[in-house]
């Protein structure tokens, strides 16, 4: 199941180690750290408002700034900035610098997020989310590009080598079609919910639709860019890994419980079949990953330990076992061995 070119491999991290906000950013940060001695290709970090239990990270340029300081080589994304929550200038500005102090590593993933009332908190209408999207996604590509604003400034510093650097996450087909007619990348969510209708859809029969409306939509000549991220948790002990998943795992039902969810199952088989979790030894998660066809037409893989979330240690431990035996066994090639010609673009 190789893809051609090779895929690329990514360490995504929502930020969620059991601590407080200031250890969590640096437990992450030593991950990311990890990942590219490891030879990772790319490390992806989530922006949430609010929701501490979701996700731990309101301020994605912040934190990658002290990222870029700590590394040489590793690309570094953001997957997602909630752009219609933001001033889109302010995030061309931001990620502009960035992508120059850490000389042009940057990826820019934005989409509409899911916490539809952070969207209350902000005084917008979330209703107007996908409206909002797209006109910001279109000032963006201007300010970098340097072609004047409304009023007449420029971006400055522009930067257009951003242009090409941009990707967008969705849940939709519709969003998917969206993704490819702009030429920017498709972002492919670890899990993502099933139709009523079809409760026992796999997300590979839910996403390679996408992926067929991205492909139809995508400008011709330009070279397709489909990141699928995963939720992977490798460990050199079975009955280790599934104790830690199922820790994680009812923690996270739990949550999903408090809200009313309770569609997710009850036994830890239930619940790592419900969030498309790929566990377990580094032979088993390979033939878990071999059984998904949407990563055969994947040109990036990220892993993420997403719902799992055991302790830091066992988290660097996983993102050593894929580097060296899991994801090799998919066609990457680490970038150690396979330098820029395996840069993202």
């Not at 420029?154 to 996450?169: C, S, T």
Request: charged share 20%.
């Amino acid at each position: 199941m190789t893809a051609t070119p090779p895929i690329r491999l990514g360490f995504f991290t929502r930020l969620l180690d059991q601590a407080a906000a200031a250890e969590r950013y640096r437990l992450a940060i030593a991950q990311i750290v990890h990942a590219e001695r490891c030879g990772y290709d790319s490390a992806w970090i989530a922006q949430h408002h609010f929701h501490e239990d979701e996700g731990g990270l309101p301020a994605p340029f912040v934190f990658l700034s002290q990222v870029a300081a700590r590394t040489a080589r590793i690309r570094l994304g953001t997957g997602i900035v909630t752009l219609p929550l933001e001033l889109p200038i302010r995030v061309a500005e931001d990620a502009a610098v960035l992508d120059l102090m850490c000389g042009g590593r940057l990826e820019v993933g934005i989409g509409p997020g899911g916490n539809l009332s952070a969207y209350e908190a902000f005084g917008l209408d979330s209703a107007e989310r996908t409206a909002l999207l797209v006109r910001y996604h279109r000032v963006l590509l201007d300010a970098w590009a340097g072609r004047p604003l409304p009023g007449g400034d420029r971006l400055y510093p522009p930067n257009p080598g951003l242009v090409d650097r941009v990707w967008q996450a969705t849940f939709t087909v519709e969003g998917a079609r969206r993704a490819g007619s702009a030429g920017d990348g498709l972002m492919l969510s670890r899990t993502q919910p099933r139709p009523a209708a079809a409760p026992d859809l796999s997300l590979p029969d839910i996403q390679n639709p996408m992926i067929d409306a991205y492909l139809e939509a995508l400008p011709k000549g330009r070279a397709p860019r489909i990141l699928a991220s995963r939720t992977v948790f490798v460990a050199d002990d079975r009955k280790e890994a599934m104790r830690l998943a199922e820790i994680g795992l009812v923690r996270l039902r739990h949550r999903l419980a408090a809200t009313g969810d309770l569609s997710s199952g009850d036994l830890i088989g239930d619940l790592i079949a419900a969030f498309d979790v790929h566990i377990g030894t580094p032979d088993e998660v390979i033939a878990s990953l071999q059984a998904d066809a949407t990563l055969a037409r994947a040109t990036d893989l990220t892993v993420q330990i997403h719902s799992i979330d055991p302790p830091h240690p066992f988290i660097l431990r996983s993102i050593e076992l894929v580097a060296e035996t899991v994801a090799p066994a998919l066609g990457w090639v680490p970038s150690t061995v396979a330098g820029k010609r395996r840069v993202a673009r």
